[in-house]
């Protein structure tokens, strides 16, 4: 469904000069498949994500997805994708009902094919309560089904959640998680992205963690603590980061944060 290939992005910047934000970057995530991206902020994440959703091209590398590329095919990209972050802008004005169809509507959908879809999302993410409430009294995790529903819309073979969690309370963000599953049990192809290791280990079925702009290992939650002999999770993540400022340069600040400056200096 997803497929990556040596995937470089940089940018020219006043201050730092040229830079990459993504280095060399492949991975294939299939259909029924929750494949995980996880980093520190500033990891590089995001952007591979942008370049999926076609709102940043490449610098090198082939992306495709569900068979198009990113850069000759974005138009059809777009319609089998689905995006979910943590910032989706919601309408003051338009109700959680009128926000949908106007996305739905957007992608071209018959109007009757659109009204039973939004039916059953409706029924599917417990919005029935708030159908009607405008977006500018919606809570933060009403706005959130909002954003979901309306990436779900034309029910895309792909959808993508970048950071969807962050800022939720923790029975909203089990209810994201939840829902994401049944995503993947219905057959999708989900990216999910995130820096919350737990996240990852009760959702993923694979994982890529990615730490300045490149992807230090991939595999399965099993297949990473068998190859680095380390049951704890946290543990292997942080070691993984800890190698790789070893043999590379100076330590994140995350690294700091845990008190492995010295070890890195």
């Given at each position: 469904m997803i497929h990556v290939q040596h995937l470089t992005k940089r940018y020219e910047d006043l201050q730092r000069g040229r830079f990459t934000a993504v280095d060399g970057v492949s991975f294939t995530a299939r259909?029924?498949?929750?494949?995980?991206?996880?980093?520190?902020?500033?990891?590089?994440?995001?952007?591979v994500l942008r370049i999926l959703s076609t709102v940043?091209?490449?610098?090198?590398?082939?992306?495709?997805?569900?068979?198009?590329?990113?850069?000759?095919?974005?138009a059809e990209v777009r319609r089998n994708i689905g995006f979910?972050?943590?910032?989706?802008?919601?309408?003051?004005?338009?109700?959680?009902?009128?926000?949908?169809?106007?996305?739905?509507?957007?992608?071209?959908?018959?109007r009757d094919e659109l009204l039973m879809r939004m039916e059953r999302l409706f029924e599917q993410l417990r919005m029935n309560d708030f159908r009607d409430v405008p977006g500018g009294k919606m809570s933060t995790g009403m706005k959130q089904k909002v954003s979901i529903a309306r990436a779900m819309i034309h029910d895309p073979p792909v959808l993508i959640f970048d950071e969807a969690t962050l800022g939720l309370d923790v029975l909203v963000a089990r209810n994201l998680l939840g829902v994401i599953r049944s995503l993947r049990d219905a057959g999708k192809c989900l990216i999910f992205s995130t820096h919350i290791m737990s996240e990852v280990e009760r959702l993923c079925d694979k994982i890529a963690i990615m730490y300045r702009g490149k992807i230090l290992d991939t595999g399965s939650l099993e297949e990473l603590r068998q190859r680095h002999r380390e049951d704890d999770f946290e543990e292997l993540f942080f070691g993984l980061l800890s190698q790789h400022e070893r043999e590379h340069g100076r330590p994140s600040e995350a690294l700091v944060d845990r008190g492995e400056g010295d070890v890195l200096a």
């Open positions: 259909q029924g498949e929750i494949f995980g991206l996880l980093g520190p902020n500033g990891a590089g994440k995001t952007t940043l091209e490449p610098s090198e590398g082939i992306v495709t997805v569900a068979g198009y590329d990113v850069v000759r095919d974005s979910v972050s943590n910032n989706t802008a919601i309408y003051d004005r338009m109700t959680a009902w009128e926000m949908v169809e106007y996305f739905g509507r957007l992608h071209g959908m018959h």
